[in-house]
């Protein structure tokens, strides 16, 4: 009788699993269509961009910004950040 059930419930989380599977599948592709895409869509016909943090020059050829060192010791050195 032991085997049988654990035979039964071996059986009941493989098919949990792949239920499991199409489930995700379904919700993630909902997901998707829902949200990410028409943002995508959005943003494409209005040319923004998303990740402009309005950091740099418009007409600069780069973004490249010098680092500025301040006190150089060791205990500078010591510190992680």
Excluded: C, E
């Amino acid at each position: 009788m032991l085997n049988l059930l654990k035979s039964m419930w071996h059986q009941w989380k493989r098919m949990v699993h792949k239920i499991n599977a199409v489930v995700g599948l379904v919700l993630m592709t909902i997901a998707y269509w829902t949200t990410i895409m028409p943002l995508t869509l959005f943003f494409l016909l209005f040319k923004r961009d998303a990740y402009d943090r309005g950091a740099g020059k418009p007409d600069a050829k780069t973004n490249w910004q010098d680092v500025r060192l301040g006190r150089q010791d060791i205990h500078r050195a010591q510190r992680p950040w």
